[in-house]
């Protein structure tokens, strides 16, 4: 068996779904699949809606819970567009002509207890190189006091 970890496919999820109403036991489906047996019963557990038990598994409710699952994971951006950060630092850039390194300081002595409402002006910069083209991107670069090389 393969150490490394695999998501269940949608395919594998139908195998899983003909051998359970088949009656096989979780060792064989999971011997015949090449899994652990936990991930044949994790998988049939998250079939089941509500977690109540002897519910036949059915693969396509079992790949909508893992879409969904996923859809919550990753970090979440601290300088998300439309945010009070991102309005902040935008206005103390574009208007008040700040330099990075200021706005971050300024944020610091602001929140000193809420790391929620810091950023460091590493972020601050990549933040302005990763927004697209336009017209709002040209404005933040030519807010910068050194271009960069």
Request: proline fraction near 6%.
């Amino acid at each position: 068996m393969d150490k490394r970890y695999k998501h269940l496919d949608g395919e594998e999820r139908g195998v899983i779904l003909a051998e359970h109403r088949r009656g096989a036991s979780l060792r064989e489906i999971g011997e015949l699949m090449g899994r652990a047996p936990s991930t044949i019963g994790r998988e049939l557990r998250r079939g089941c809606p509500d977690g109540l038990p002897a519910q036949p598994h059915c693969a396509h409710r079992g790949g909508l819970a893992y879409r969904a699952r996923r859809k919550h994971c990753g970090r979440r951006r601290k300088l998300a567009l439309g945010g009070w950060l991102h309005d902040f630092v935008q206005g103390k850039l574009i208007y008040r002509r700040w330099s990075p390194e200021q706005i971050a300081r300024k944020l610091r002595t602001m929140h000193p207890e809420d790391p929620t409402r810091q950023i460091s002006h590493e972020t601050i910069y990549a933040a302005i190189y990763a927004q697209p083209r336009g017209g709002l991107k040209a404005e933040m670069l030519a807010a910068l006091r050194q271009a960069k090389p």
